[in-house]
């Protein structure tokens, strides 16, 4: 969206902000700079006058429940785009579900579970099934041919390369875009277009705010089976056959 905004500035977009909420392990390093590439990518995009109004990216640090509070209820749209079969999808896209926020996500996880309970109208699917990945990868996956067919995906990594995000430095993340080109473990490259042709969908199901209103209605009323108090009872009677116990 940067990108496209900086290519033709009086572009009409519905304007949106990105909200990042993480926290990464001592000893993760590709996830640290993956958390200082998104802080980078805010600093140029919210002092950038022609995206003013359009378009803001927000990482909100130390990321806990206190903050949670503040973001499910908040949310428009819930981002879950872990690659299908990693079951990286787990109970926060359901946090965001039953507060109204509508899934963009893939067939992953507990994504699966919400898309079938709130109705697949009202839910923004994109990306590989599970089998999709697997067959990808066993035919032999080179993403840098994606790279070099999808001028947008070409054009975001590229950014990133020639250190528009890092003051020109371009060794910085390095290591992010050549594991994009040269391994792409989580088919990044192999979902973009499909995640960039969700975005316009979810876009255009914005501008009519009534149905909008009512497909996140019918988010909250529908997800009423992740309730803690069925999943206990499940719990109790498929895995450890007991029963509850009156307490005098």
């Known amino acids: 969206l940067y990108n ?24 993760y390093h590709m996830a640290k700079l993956i958390i200082k590439l998104i802080n980078n990518v805010a600093a140029v995009v919210n002092n ?14 130390n990321f806990n429940v206190t903050l949670a ?19 990286a ?4 896209n359901m946090k965001f579900a039953l507060n109204g926020a509508l899934t963009t996500g893939t067939l992953d996880g507990a994504n699966i579970e919400i898309r079938e309970r709130v109705g697949e109208e009202n839910f923004f699917l994109f990306g590989l099934t599970a089998s999709e990945v697997v067959a990808l ?3 032999g996956y080179h993403p840098l041919d994606t790279y070099h067919n999808n001028l947008e995906l070409k054009a975001a990594i ?18 992010i875009v ?16 499909s995640y960039l042709d969700c975005q316009v969908r979810a876009e255009q199901a914005y501008l009519d705010q009534e149905e909008w209103t009512r ?14 108090d069925r999943s206990m009872r499940q719990y109790c009677r498929d895995i450890w056959q007991v029963g509850p116990l009156r307490v005098e």
């Open 215 to 228: 497909m996140s209605i019918l988010n909250s009323a529908r997800c009423g089976f992740f309730s803690s």
């Open 137 to 139: 990868k066993e035919n």
């Open 178 to 193: 050549d594991s994009l080109l040269y391994q792409d473990e989580y088919l990044v490259c192999a979902d973009y277009q």
């Open 69 to 87: 509070e503040k973001i499910y209820p908040a949310a428009d749209i819930s981002e879950q785009i872990s690659m299908a079969g990693k079951e």
């Open 48 to 61: 950038d006058p022609d995206v003013e109004g359009r378009l803001k990216v927000v990482f909100l640090e």
């Open 158 to 175: 590229d950014s990133i390369s020639l250190g528009v995000f890092s003051d020109g430095d371009k060794e910085l993340f390095k290591p």
């Open 4 to 27: 496209q905004i900086k290519a033709g500035p009086s572009k009409t977009i519905v304007p949106r902000t990105f909200v990042f909420g993480a926290k990464a392990a001592p000893g």
């Open 89 to 92: 999808s787990g109970t926060g």
